[in-house]
């Protein structure tokens, strides 16, 4: 029988070790939690969640959309009971993290092909092996790693949102809405008029923070501790995570013009399936916890809110995969290895798991002596690796699924003055034919 090692029980791990196991390969899975922590996860379970709970738009005519509707047709295990695990949270994918992992945790475990071994790795296998260690990837194993591809690993911080419980918001000062009234409204919205916003972004910006290690703090754009958002101008959050357009309160709209508009809005989104639970989008911070709840508790809806979950900063980790990787997730320098999920550069909890599956996918062609599958940039998957392993970055930083990496034909770029709807919807029609005819030709 052929066998694998998958290192790391995240997102991209888990995918990759159920779906090897799936098609009969003898796994063994390491995980060093939980006798070693992150600093991070808040369990031992398998593809836990740890920044926000949400995926991303569902709309195959959003990029992210689409890299998840790819990832299920090649047969994501994940992606299949992120769906089952949803909650309500308008156009987005948004899970129940702990139903989830508990979900993924139990599959793993009862798999017959898989071995769950509970230990961290030091030292890299000479087996055929996937690295999807994640962001949080430990120092013996990144020094290890640094040893065999001769780079240094690139360093930035990552945030996490804090948690409030439902029944401790003031909804006589909040309202459910989504932004201009599109799908379902499951967003609970806090308004604050200009004074309530000066006194929350004074507070923001003296607060005492954790201090940060010694390495340089290099931020990703997309998960930006609210504190720096707001260091970079005072009205930097209005256009940002407190942005207040297209959001109206039914209650009291007619009692003011047509127009009128919050001066800022904090949304929250739930966080379980019960709806007790509810995160502040985009309120991802490093503030020391008491300063957080005096920062939270200066919103008018959420004076009297009780925090279950405070924010926390984390170092990441990736490597730098244009000098390492092929666009098939195998290294350059050894056949048997390869590396799936964040620390390959890609961001993004849909990222991680559609990487996964896709290095799963090689090593079981690799194990089986088969040509590897190599996608084009026609697709999402494809751009985001064709993106990683670019060789002429000046810079390489993390990404996660966009347009902006996806080869565009012709009839696209005649499409001008198109909406960003309809050039979605052709870019993600031949996306889908392309992967319908790569898991016909592959896999059938």
Not at 263 to 276: E, I
Request: charged letters at 25%; hydrophobic letters at 35%.
């Amino acid at each position: 029988m052929l066998n694998a090692i998958v290192i790391g029980g995240g997102l991209a791990g888990s995918q990759a070790a159920i779906y090897l196991a799936d098609n009969n390969v003898k796994v063994k899975l390491y995980e060093m939690r939980p006798n070693k922590t992150t600093g991070a996860h808040t369990s031992s379970d398998f593809a836990e969640f740890v920044c926000s709970n949400s995926l991303g738009a569902q709309s195959v005519t959003s990029a992210s959309g689409l890299l998840k509707e790819e990832a299920r047709l090649l047969g994501s295990k994940l992606i299949e009971e992120a769906y089952n695990n949803r909650v309500p949270s308008g156009n987005s994918l948004s899970i129940d993290r702990w139903g989830f992992s508990k979900k993924i945790t139990q599959i793993i475990e009862n798999h017959p092909n898989i071995e769950i071994i509970r230990e961290e790795i030091t030292q890299l296998p000479k087996t055929p092996t996937i690295v999807a260690t994640g962001p949080l990837t430990s120092d013996s194993l990144c020094s290890e790693i640094k040893k065999l591809t001769g780079e240094d690993n690139f360093h930035f911080f990552d945030a996490v949102a804090p948690i409030v419980k439902k029944e401790t918001i003031n909804f006589e000062k909040a309202f459910y809405a989504s932004r201009w009234d599109k799908g379902n409204a499951d967003f609970i919205n806090c308004p604050l008029n200009k004074d309530e916003y000066e006194n929350f972004y004074n507070i923001l910006t003296t607060a005492e923070k954790i201090p940060l290690k010694s390495f340089e703090a290099k931020y990703f754009e997309g998960c930006m501790p609210i504190e720096v958002i707001a260091s970079r101008g005072f009205d930097t959050l209005r256009f940002g995570p407190m942005k207040p357009v297209g959001l109206f309160d039914k209650r009291t709209r007619e009692e003011h013009h047509k127009n009128y508009q919050f001066y800022a809005v904090v949304q929250l989104r739930q966080d379980d399936k019960q709806a007790d639970l509810y995160n502040l989008v985009g309120f991802q911070t490093n503030l020391k916890w008491g300063e957080q709840k005096k920062l939270i508790n200066s919103i008018p809806a959420l004076e009297n809110a009780q925090i279950v979950r405070y924010g926390v900063m984390h170092a990441n980790t990736f490597i730098n995969s244009p000098k390492i990787l092929n666009k098939t997730l195998q290294t350059k320098f050894n056949p048997n290895l390869f590396f799936a999920g964040q620390i390959t550069g890609v961001e993004g909890y849909s990222e991680s798991i559609a990487t996964g599956l896709f290095a799963g996918i090689n090593m079981l062609r690799h194990l089986r002596g088969e040509k590897l599958l190599e996608l084009e940039a026609k697709c999402m998957l494809g751009a985001l690796l064709e993106y990683i392993t670019f060789a002429n970055h000046k810079a390489f930083q993390p990404i996660n699924s966009n347009w902006g990496i996806v080869e565009k034909p012709q009839e696209v770029e005649k499409l001008k003055k198109k909406s960003k709807e309809e050039k979605g919807a052709l870019l993600s029609n031949i996306a889908l034919e392309y992967i319908k005819e790569i898991r016909n030709g592959y896999f059938c």
